[in-house]
């Protein structure tokens, strides 16, 4: 919490320092991503919006080019349940500086079931979306994200990772891995004298995006709020960081109540949405 005194909710500018300053953000034609390239735009970054309904992304890059006249915005779809498509965002990405790359794709709308009931072949998809699509991508534009430092690859995560509830083990377990991935990276990216890519992992707890389904309260702000805390909370120069400072009081509440608990609570929630129950019994 003390880090929002001295966090300069205006660090992400340090990234816009070429002439041409591109973003990549995955996941961009709904909910925080599509809220994140709002956010970018306004701050003078040109946006590469990835996702995989091109009418939606089309209807994205208008909006922004609403917002923000003087920006470039341009679009690539590619399924991240294909890891061969990374290809396609590589080649959408060639001859521009990308300074900023947000992983802000993941497995949102997967089934709320035990994985007992779960069919196997969903297993990989999840996989391969929360997963092996993140990876081969960062890997992918890594060498570019040194040339052009000072740059950021912002990892988009959950409290899941955190707390891990019952009926998303699946989801739970790809978001554990960009957690951990994201802490590795960034010490890593420091150890061989690459400390000016910073690598951050930011945790978000609710949203009131679509795929969430709840209404926006304090606690579940809305997309535009969630991504604005994220962009200021760059500033924090923190590995892991929750961006949003309801979600931060509530990570210190938890601290003082039994995991069994809190596991409790968001099982009774989750069990409400299960995929596996019809809601009419
Ligand atoms: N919302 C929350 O409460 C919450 C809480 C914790 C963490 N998060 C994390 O925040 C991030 C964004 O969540 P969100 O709620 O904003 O998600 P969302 O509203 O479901 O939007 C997800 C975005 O990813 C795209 N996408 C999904 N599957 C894809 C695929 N196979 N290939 C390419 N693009 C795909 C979607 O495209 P379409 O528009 O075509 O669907 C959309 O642009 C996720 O990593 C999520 O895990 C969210």
């Known amino acids: 919490m003390l880090w929002r005194l001295v966090s300069n909710s205006n660090d ?148 899941a990772a955190s707390h891990p509830p019952p009926f998303i083990a699946v989801y739970t377990g790809t978001k554990g891995f960009l957690q951990v991935f994201s802490q590795s990276l960034r010490t890593e990216m420091r150890t061989i004298g690459h400390k000016d890519v910073e690598v951050q992992h930011h945790e978000v707890y609710f949203c009131a995006t679509k795929s969430n389904g709840a209404p926006e309260n304090i606690a579940t702000p809305s997309p535009d709020r969630m991504a604005q805390a994220i962009v200021d909370a760059v500033g924090s120069h923190k590995g892991h960081v929750i961006s949003y400072w309801v979600h931060e009081l509530l990570s210190w509440v938890f601290l003082f109540v039994p995991e069994w608990i809190i596991s409790r609570i968001a099982g009774s929630v989750l069990a409400s949405k299960r995929t596996d129950i019809s809601s009419d019994r």
């Open 12 to 159: 992400i500018d340090r990234f816009r320092a070429t002439d041409d300053p591109w973003a990549l953000v995955t996941g961009a034609s709904d909910g925080i991503g599509k809220s994140l390239c709002k956010v970018l735009a306004k701050r003078g970054f040109n946006v590469i919006l990835h996702g995989r309904n091109q009418a939606k992304l089309s209807a994205c890059c208008d909006e922004l080019r609403n917002l923000a006249p003087g920006g470039k915005f341009e679009l690539i779809v590619a399924d991240a349940t294909e890891p061969t498509s990374v290809g396609d965002v590589v080649k959408a990405a060639a001859g521009k500086p990308i300074t900023v790359l947000i992983n802000n794709a993941g497995y949102t709308t997967g089934p709320v079931q035990p994985l007992l009931t779960i069919d196997p072949e969903e297993l990989g998809t999840a996989v391969n979306i929360g997963i092996t699509w993140t990876l081969q991508l960062t890997r992918a534009l890594l060498p570019r994200l040194v040339e052009t430092k000072p740059s950021l690859i912002l990892n988009v995560g959950s409290y």
